[in-house]
């Protein structure tokens, strides 16, 4: 896959995959930024931009941005993570120009409507509310604030509703001047296009962004601890954490293994011996969140409260037994194939591709190649497994229980059985 790079004097990385065999284009606008870099009074900021964004722009009001891509057949959207906020849209080839019109206007120039922003706090409110109503959704938010405790890292992308219904048109504003930097921003673009003719039209319509962003990112530093709240629901969730690697460790790709074989799929250590040969749980499946100065591992499951006491023991079983058993040969061929086409699948779509390109020179400031990921995936070996998951769970655990409680392990017990 040829990836082309073009910077433009004000240090805005322009990059494309041309695939003439298609008739349509994946594009967008990734600025490397989120909840992670807002301090503790704008917590929540970087979600609400992204809604108003769409709210109008000195070109257009928030229903001819809407029409003016539905009108051509495209889609577009937006989503925030902790440390990642992004635009994009879907267009078939002839209207490249078009979504790179909008997008750009949108980023460029939003106007903030005061009716605007009082409709947008509020929309922004209930989907607060909808989280919080969601157990499966909000133990995620307190399993984030129990690793991370008192950090930018550990507060909600969403954001509290008091401070969401604080944020004003100069507050926005501000946070644009300050985060929204040509340095800290990609324009990828994916599918039939002409690399030259796509520079182009990003250079008439963001020549003029700023060149260098003006803030600092808090350091991020895992805690652990413990966070138990009684709820009346059907389910009991539990998520258990541990301090991980973040995405420049060079162990990265074995604690995805690692993550795989324990808690990946239906193959996983973890559904065969808790769903499929106990019954305890509908669903379980490990992570692994790779952040730029930090990471965390977990392992989540959905279960009835009383299935806890027996839940805990098991995982922390499966724990002790990979790191101080064995991995065999088998399971980590299995993830290996499992990455490689998964990776590869991903690929095949024109908006995995622009996700990925983009996402790599933001934070590696260049495109890493398939074969040289395949190189470093085959190069992981039974051993690094098994040393990344004893470095894993060596650390302190994060503890997050949620739902009707009734008898489960505590802290102590719990950090005494993973060791």
């Excluded at 539905?70 to 906020?85: I, L």
């Excluded at 048109?169 to 599918?191: P, Q």
């Excluded at 990344?388 to 059985?417: C, H, R, V, W």
């Amino acid at each position: 896959m040829e990836v082309n790079l073009t910077t433009l004097a004000n240090g805005l990385r322009v990059i494309s995959v041309e695939r003439p065999q298609t008739e349509t284009v994946s594009v967008g606008i990734w600025v490397n930024t989120g909840s992670a870099y807002e301090t503790p009074e704008m917590n929540g900021i970087s979600h609400f931009l992204e809604h108003m964004v769409f709210k109008g722009s000195q070109k257009r009001n928030a229903l001819q941005i809407s029409e003016d891509i539905e009108n051509v057949g495209g889609s577009t959207n937006a989503y925030t993570s902790r440390e990642f906020t992004v635009f994009y849209a879907k267009m078939l080839k002839t209207d490249l120009e078009l979504a790179i019109d909008v997008l750009a206007d949108m980023v460029m120039a939003p106007t903030f409507a005061e009716d605007e922003l009082n409709k947008e706090r509020e929309v922004v409110v209930q989907e607060i509310k909808q989280t919080f109503d969601d157990p499966s959704d909000v133990v995620f938010d307190y399993f984030q604030e129990t690793a991370y405790k008192a950090q930018a890292l550990g507060r909600t992308i969403l954001g509290p509703t008091e401070k969401v219904r604080g944020f004003n048109a100069d507050t926005l504003r501000r946070y644009m001047s300050s985060n929204y930097a040509a340095e800290n921003i990609v324009v990828a673009a994916v599918g039939n296009l002409k690399h030259a003719e796509f520079v182009k039209m990003v250079e008439m319509r963001m020549a003029g962004l700023q060149a260098k962003k003006n803030f600092v990112a808090d350091k991020q530093i895992y805690t652990g601890g413990e966070f138990i709240k009684n709820r009346d629901t059907e389910q009991a969730q539990v998520l258990l954490g541990f301090k991980s690697v973040d995405c420049y460790d060079e162990n990265l790709y074995a604690v995805s293994l690692l993550s795989a074989i324990l808690g990946g799929g239906m193959s996983s250590r973890l559904f065969q011996e808790i769903r499929e040969k106990r019954g305890l749980v509908y669903t379980v499946y490990s992570f692994n969140n790779a952040f730029t100065q930090n990471g965390i591992f977990g392992i989540y499951a959905g279960l009835e409260a009383e299935e806890i006491k027996n839940y805990v023991p098991v995982v922390t079983d499966e724990i002790k037994r990979i790191c101080n058993e064995y991995v065999t040969d088998a399971e980590l061929s299995r993830v290996k194939v499992q990455h490689k086409a998964g990776m590869l699948m991903a690929l095949e779509s024109s908006s995995s591709t622009a996700e990925a390109i983009a996402r790599r020179y933001l934070l590696h400031n260049r495109f890493i190649p398939v074969e040289e990921i395949v190189q470093k995936i085959e190069s992981v070996g039974k051993e690094d497994v098994m040393r990344m998951a004893q470095t894993i769970f060596g650390s302190a655990p994060t503890y997050t229980l949620l739902g009707n409680l009734k008898e489960y392990p505590n802290y102590d017990e719990l950090q005494k059985n993973c060791r």
